[in-house]
């Protein structure tokens, strides 16, 4: 009688585990179950990231380049074409983005006018990246030099520090 009403209680428990709703044997053979794409979720806006910039929102940053008033010597801006400009403004964001440092990067205008940047290693400060850069015109046979040095801000442009 004294075994009878000590197997009572685990033969409860046993029939109640029997009960419940964990996987078989047969569901943990086959391992777990990764969820399947489904169309009404990918349709949901809420999966998709919320706030990508369109291509009309960024801004080339070439555009921004254009002025090269602040990248060579303020003396020979005037003397400078509309081509001159633009060869030395692609010069000196291409050599600030993708040079190497101390590797010149050369270009040529109108009416014999060329240039050359050279740009030093990058720097980050306060999370914004720099560079030193040399910028030298040649008008004339005489070169004409401005050193400096530029970061770039979150959109990508080029500007002279201080």
Not at 73 to 82: E, F, H, K, P, R
Not at 83 to 95: H, L, M, T, V, Y
Not at 108 to 127: A, C, E, H, L, Q
Not at 146 to 159: I, Y
Request: aromatic share 4%; with cysteine.
């Amino acid at each position: 009688m004294q075994l009878t009403v000590r197997a009572l209680p685990v033969l409860a428990m046993l029939l109640l585990a029997g009960c419940s709703s964990s996987p078989t044997t047969s569901n943990l053979a086959t391992g777990p179950t990764l969820p399947q794409p489904n169309s009404a979720l990918a349709a949901q806006p809420a999966l998709m990231p919320a706030a990508l910039p369109t291509t009309t929102a960024v801004q080339p940053s070439t555009v921004a380049m254009n002025d090269v008033t602040s990248f060579v010597d303020g003396t020979i801006v005037a003397q400078l074409s509309a081509k001159d400009k633009s060869e030395a403004a692609s010069a000196q964001f291409n050599a600030l983005t993708f040079g190497r440092p101390g590797a010149p990067r050369a270009w040529s205008g109108d009416k014999g006018v060329t240039g050359s940047v050279t740009v030093g290693p990058y720097v980050r400060v306060n999370n914004i990246d720099c560079r030193d850069f040399t910028h030298t015109v040649t008008i004339g046979g005489a070169p004409h030099a401005r050193k400096g040095t530029a970061c770039r801000d979150a959109t990508g442009n080029w500007s002279v520090a201080g």
